[in-house]
């Protein structure tokens, strides 16, 4: 899921959208991620293009962190709240325990004003015959540096003397709460089919449309390792 729809920020305005990630991983805990993200509305130029560089380690079967630097490239500048921002950083942390997993993560936004989100997840690894489920649930909290015409209601507006004036507020405090289920099935070796219903509360009424939305995704993902 991309996480701007799990920071309360929905790029597509609640359209469908279609996407392709190729994930390339060493064992020495170095990886590389491209992804191309491009919602079905045709009233939308709100294509996005990401690519992440990271770094993963285990320090023990309970503890594990990763560090990653993301680059950004969207089709137009007014289409969210995120568009001003090229570059962010993400620092995470897992711990691994018998009965849930626990993950904290910090990112970054890098620019002038900047942007900083914070989460914290539980999560709880299931088998059932064949199905493998993940329940979820994650909490984000966000201070983040805003151009007002992206505010009422995440509804973007043309700036202000032809664009010689930008004014800005931050918006602090909790960003949304989302419940997920992720249902992964194995249907050939090395193929998997994978559907995440996810219902998600918002919490901030400036930058989000609405206050509660259920999103759906699926999608094939294939691995080889050599």
Do not use: C
């Not at 507020?169 to 994978?194: D, E, F, R």
């Not at 918002?202 to 993902?221: K, P, V």
Request: glycine share 6%; aromatic share 16%; proline share 4%.
């Amino acid at each position: 899921m991309s996480r701007f729809v799990a920071y309360g920020i929905d790029l597509a305005d609640e359209s469908p959208a279609w996407g392709l990630n190729t994930s390339f991983a060493h064992t020495s805990g170095f990886y590389l991620d491209g992804y191309y993200t491009d919602p079905t509305s045709a009233s939308l130029d709100a294509r996005q293009i990401t690519f992440d560089l990271g770094y993963e380690h285990e320090f023990s079967d309970v503890f594990s962190i990763y560090a990653e630097f993301s680059r950004y490239f969207y089709s137009s500048d007014t289409v969210n709240v995120f568009a001003q921002f090229s570059n962010s950083i993400s620092l995470n942390a897992n711990i691994d325990l018998s009965v849930v997993d626990i993950g904290l993560s910090y990112d970054r936004f890098l620019g002038s004003a900047g942007a900083s989100y914070y989460s914290f997840d539980i999560s709880s690894f299931q088998k059932a015959g064949p199905l493998y489920l993940l329940p979820l649930i994650q909490v984000v909290f966000m201070s983040h540096t805003v151009e007002e015409r992206y505010l009422n209601k995440g509804k973007p507006k043309k700036k202000p003397n032809g664009g010689s004036t930008v004014v800005t507020t931050t918006v602090t405090g909790l960003a949304n709460t989302t419940l997920s289920l992720v249902a992964i099935y194995p249907v050939i070796n090395h193929l998997y089919l994978t559907i995440v219903p996810s219902f998600i509360f918002y919490h901030q009424d400036a930058l989000s449309i609405e206050s509660t939305n259920f999103i759906w995704n699926a999608g094939l993902r294939y691995s080889i390792h050599f």
